[in-house]
């Protein structure tokens, strides 16, 4: 079981990406889902999170109002709308899947790079 994140690049400042968390071998419905991102030399930040069913949704300051977080549980995928993107947002973003049960595994997306730059 494993989840990948995809969806990085380069974008220009106030542009925007979406960012995709897509599980194999887990139902995505049954863990929340927090996106971080870690820029070089820093350490690893909370983005976003999303309960299992997409109810209780959490964003960190610096990207309310220009992130929007979701989840379609049919197609096992979490979503990250990053709109009005700028310079500081460059980082590698990760998703993590997580069971409210203690003890069951987590699940790290291997990255994705996000580069805003003009």
């Known amino acids: 079981a494993h989840v990948v994140a995809s969806g990085g690049g380069l974008v220009q400042p106030g542009g925007s990406l979406t960012l995709s968390c897509a599980a194999s071998g887990l139902a995505l419905s049954d863990y929340a889902v927090m996106w971080y991102l870690q820029a070089p030399g820093q350490e690893r930040d909370l983005v976003a999170t999303?309960?299992?069913?997409?109810?209780?949704?959490n964003y960190a300051d610096f990207v309310k109002g220009r992130f929007t977080i979701s989840r379609d549980n049919a197609k096992n995928t979490v979503t990250l709308q990053m709109n009005s993107l700028k310079p500081e947002d460059t980082a590698v973003y990760y998703c993590?899947?997580?069971?409210?049960?203690?003890?069951?595994?987590?699940?790290w997306g291997q990255g994705t790079q996000v580069t805003v730059s003009s």
């Open positions: 999303i309960d299992k069913t997409g109810t209780i949704i």
């Open positions: 993590n899947a997580e069971h409210p049960v203690p003890g069951t595994p987590t699940y």
